[in-house]
């Protein structure tokens, strides 16, 4: 059950996109298409805006887009804005069918 | 509207217990899994166990298994976390969460409660 990784900071600048990896095994991202992604903005909780690899909630900007290959998934961010400056966390389920976040990325808007 | 509203944090010693709870509203318990997931200052993410919508199937982290249980009362929209052996690393905000219709797709959240395990 180690943290999935992911890079601690990433940054770029208004209207760019970014993209933030996680890397797991084939016991969690490579054994299963139940991937999630999350932000956090400070003091807050945390929001869902990816399930399942690549859907999306409801209500949730279509700039903000899953994927995967093998072990690693990937979140992108499109058309950056301010308001996307915050924590970003990937998590997985797992073959012991237990669940397992990312050590966390802060995406900065330059 | 759904809400998640925890309870019972607060300051215990080393070696000690507590027991969370986690009322839930605006949706039907038994339809969801529901997980707790805690934040130590300052730092990422980590889920600490779930349980299905009758309360029969239970999964934890390996770090809490043996000292952590966790359960649910449909009949009273509650979630519990009875939390023994409590050591300086189980200091966390803990979550209240509830998965959506896939799975780990934790789509509420309470606000949190804090505990802080300190001599």
């Known amino acids: 059950q180690s943290a999935l990784t992911q890079p601690a900071s990433v940054s770029g600048s208004p209207g760019q996109s970014i993209a933030i990896a996680c890397t797991g095994t084939?016991?969690?991202?490579?054994?299963?298409?139940?991937v999630s992604w999350y932000q956090q903005h400070p003091g807050k909780v945390p929001k869902l805006i990816v399930y399942d690899v690549n859907n999306r909630p409801s209500g949730v900007s279509d700039r903000f887009s899953g994927s995967k290959s093998g072990n690693t998934a990937s979140l992108t961010i499109s058309g950056l804005q301010t308001e996307d400056e915050a924590d970003y966390y990937c998590?997985?389920?797992?073959?012991?069918?237990?669940?397992?976040f990312g050590t966390g990325t802060k995406v900065t808007v330059l | 509207e759904v809400q998640l509203v925890e309870s019972g944090g607060g300051l215990v010693q080393p070696g000690g217990s507590l027991r969370l709870s986690c009322v839930v509203s605006?949706?039907?318990?038994?339809?969801?899994?529901m997980n707790w997931v805690r934040q130590a200052p300052g730092k990422g993410l980590e889920w600490v166990a779930n349980?299905?919508?009758?309360?029969?199937?239970?999964y934890y982290v390996d770090s809490v298994k043996g000292r952590f249980t966790i359960s649910r009362d449909n009949a009273k929209n509650s979630l519990h976390l009875q939390m023994n052996s409590l050591t300086v690393e189980d200091t966390a905000i803990y979550y209240c969460?509830?998965?959506?219709?896939?799975?780990?797709?934790?789509?509420?959240w309470g606000q949190g409660t804090l505990v802080t395990v300190s001599s």
């Open positions: 084939t016991s969690d991202v490579g054994g299963n298409n139940y």
């Open positions: 969460a509830r998965d959506g219709n896939s799975w780990n797709d934790i789509d509420y």
């Open positions: 998590s997985s389920y797992t073959i012991t069918r237990t669940y397992v």
């Open positions: 605006g949706f039907t318990s038994s339809d969801y899994w």
């Open positions: 349980i299905n919508n009758h309360g029969s199937d239970t």
